[in-house]
T-cell receptor
Framework: QKEVEQDPGPLSVPEGAIVSLNCTYSNSAFQYFMWYRQYSRKGPELLMY????GNKEDGRFTAQVDKSSKYISLFIRDSQPSDSATYLC???????????????FGKGTLLTVNP | NAGVTQTPKFRILKIGQSMTLQCAQDMNHNYMYWYRQDPGMGLKLIYY???????DKGEVPNGYNVSRSTTEDFPLRLELAAPSQTSVYFC????????????FGPGTRLTVT
């Protein structure tokens, strides 16, 4: 089983739709969860950051973490054509000693929002 | 504050040639990383560094070398380019304190023919 699984899509939705993007993971030590957005021919940029379980909202974006199910989600409300991008989930464990240097990434989901 | 910068943006190499991909950051981050991204394959870690003078291998280090003589710079060296190294290369950095997110550069698109 891969450490992080993410459906690569592609996902195509009409403008204004609610989008749900998901990742599952196997390492129960993961505690920090991130979503990156990557536009075509650009570098990934951090979109959402959450620690442990729960929800975090930022404008039209909501990140959700369910550690009991090892499942994280990103919801986009009122999706816009400018949201068309690849979305990558990423996560990090906390090692004994309190630090870790690596992120484990999903392979990314390609989203297209059609006007 | 430019963040993470990478040069060149694009490069075409012939098989067997060598080149250095440059990466610099102005955020005083201790941790720096090199990834390659192939279509549908996500980001794969090549090398990383936790500070000047300290580097270590990631998942896919073969065919690459790195050095870290300053906090700001983390160049990636390809010694004998092979077609399998055709990819998009991203450099990233992270602060040793606080949150765990990495900041990425714009990438270098490399083709080896």
């Amino acid at each position: 089983q891969k450490e992080v699984e993410q459906d690569p899509g592609p996902l195509s939705v009409p403008e204004g739709a609610i989008v749900s993007l998901n990742c599952t993971y196997s390492n129960s030590a993961f505690q920090y969860f991130m979503w990156y957005r990557q536009y075509s021919r650009k570098g990934p940029e951090l979109l959402m950051y959450t620690y442990s379980s729960g929800n975090k909202e930022d404008g039209r974006f909501t990140a959700q973490v369910d550690k009991s199910s090892k499942y994280i989600s990103l919801f986009i409300r009122d999706s816009q054509p400018s949201d068309s991008a690849t979305y990558l989930c990423a996560m990090s464990a906390v090692l004994s000693g309190g630090s870790n240097y690596k992120l484990t990434f999903g392979k990314g989901t390609l989203l297209t929002v059609n006007p | 504050n430019a963040g993470v910068t990478q040069t060149p943006k694009f490069r075409i190499l012939k098989i067997g040639q060598s080149m250095t991909l440059q990466c610099a950051q102005d955020m005083n981050h201790n941790y720096m990383y090199w990834y390659r991204q192939d279509p549908g394959m996500g980001l794969k870690l090549i090398y990383y560094s936790v500070g000047a003078g300290i580097t270590d291998k990631g998942e896919v280090p073969n065919g690459y070398n790195v050095s870290r003589s300053t906090t700001e710079d983390f160049p990636l060296r390809l010694e004998l380019a092979a077609p399998s190294q055709t990819s998009v290369y991203f450099c990233a950095s992270r602060s040793v304190q606080g949150r765990y997110e990495q900041y990425f550069g714009p990438g270098t698109r490399l083709t080896v023919t």
